[in-house]
């Protein structure tokens, strides 16, 4: 019996102290990986194509975009949200009542008041109002506080590669956002935006950031996340270089007496169309006295009513950060908003 009991604690022994067998791959395990390699984008020819391209035209790091590329797939709310965009199908009295609620304009109110110093300098520097820097500002991201949670690394492959109606126009992003994240030490993956992969509070695209964002504050750093002061001078930038005129209304109200003549004209095209004399011959009249180029805006502010306005070069450059009237419109009424509240 005391043999038996010598040999059955030998045993216990020799199992507790033999070495641990190295762990290999159970067959379910491989096939998840190679599932997991199927749906990643580096699967994808066409990805695999633009990572040659930019190892060829950029000197990228091939090890660095396969790595990249292997790791994320296709993100299918990026899709719909662009397909869903509310200044398409919103009427403008409802797409403007959330970015004029009194909230937003104190809280404009109060980075104008903090800001004052740097906002006077880009207005001087670069000709934009101040007011209109932070309109724009409070527009994009509520002044810095809402910039977004997707990672843009993601959105924009999904965009280039899996969006045909604009794949051009992402997969040019996605160069950019790869060179810019270069340029700055952003690991890829690493950097939340929008759905659409805009940036930092003032939701620049990357081709943008890369050749109009500003180190406004001079310290040596781009920080268009948390530094106020590198907005206001990055967006003052941006403005000034896509045609804002320095002191120059941006649209005045206007009354038209017969619209169906020259329906046509309304919300046509991104450039001032007529002179504000053919507008008069053609039954607009404006509520003030201006005279240049203007395009004829009408907007439902009402379910049943539309207001019209004459635009001018300065609305049509807000219409370049945002190709959407109702989106110009916003910032330019938020921006006389704030600016009478600031002034009280």
Known sequence: MRTIWILFFAFLLSACSAAPQPKTDSAHEIEEKDVAYADSYYANQEVQQFVEYMVTTHKYDRDILVKAFSSIEKREQVITKSDNQPEVITPYYQYATRFLEPYRIQKGI?????????LLRAEEEYGVDWHVIVALLGVETAYGRVTGNRDVFTSLTTLSFDYPRRADYFRSELEAYLLLARREG??????NGSYSGALGMVQFMPSNYLKLALDYDGNGVIELWDSEIDAIGSVANYLRRHGWQRGKLPFVSASVANIEPIADWVNKGRKPEKSVAQWQQLGVTPSS????????IGLRTAEEEVSYWLAFENFFTVMDYNPSRRYAMSVLELAHRIKAGAED
Not at 110 to 118: D, G, I, L
Not at 186 to 191: A, I, K, P, R, Y
Not at 289 to 296: S, T
């Open 110 to 118: 109060e980075f104008a008041q903090r800001n004052r110093p740097w």
């Open 186 to 191: 952003w690991g890829l993956g690493t950097t």
């Open 289 to 296: 006295l201006v005279n240049g180029q203007a395009g004829l």
